[in-house]
């Protein structure tokens, strides 16, 4: 096989997979095509509004009233069709560009997710050693807080009153 016949890339599809995995040339690439999708609109809205006022202004001897607008309204309607859809390329577009995005962060969350639940885990089945709280004062000895809450014996019940 000659260098002829032998296409200039490997593969056509190269430069288009290292867009697809990075998401900032993803938003860039479909901005360029966005841009193109916008200048396409605005060119074709101003040849809407020429052939509106052409084609509803082009009067035939004889036309009674509403004829000409009649004949003007299958090229302004496909006009305006194609109009729609340039809008909606370019909202999708727009929409892709952010859902990219939206699925790199949802991928880095879920790998911080999942680490953290991995060291939960490793946490729970090998607690750490802690070191037995220290106590203080003796452990015979009574609370000094005696009220209702704390501990009674029948030998206190001199300071309640009885029922």
């Known amino acids: 096989m ?7 890339f490997d593969d056509p599809n190269a430069a288009l997979r290292e867009i697809a995995q990075n998401p900032a040339a993803y938003a860039h690439y ?3 095509f966005n841009r193109v ?18 084609c509803r202004g ?9 004829q000409a607008f009649l ?3 299958p090229v302004e309607k496909s006009l305006n069709d194609i109009i729609k859809n340039l809008k909606s390329i370019s909202s999708g577009l727009e929409k892709s560009a952010r859902r990219r995005h939206a699925h790199d962060e949802k991928v880095k969350e879920v790998k911080r997710r999942r680490k953290e639940k991995v060291l939960l885990k ?29 501990p009674t014996s029948i ?3 001199d300071r309640r009153e009885s029922a």
């Open 2 to 8: 000659s260098t002829e016949d032998k296409p200039f």
């Open 71 to 73: 004949r003007s309204f």
């Open 155 to 157: 030998y206190n019940l």
């Open 30 to 32: 479909l901005a360029d």
């Open 58 to 66: 082009t009067r035939v001897e004889g036309d009674k009233m509403g």
């Open 122 to 150: 490793e946490r729970k089945n090998n607690p750490p050693l802690q070191a037995a709280p220290e106590s203080s004062g003796q452990q015979g000895a009574q609370s000094l807080n005696v009220g209702y809450g704390g």
């Open 37 to 54: 999708v916008l200048d396409m609109q605005a060119k074709l809205e101003t040849l809407q509004r020429e052939t509106r006022v052409h």
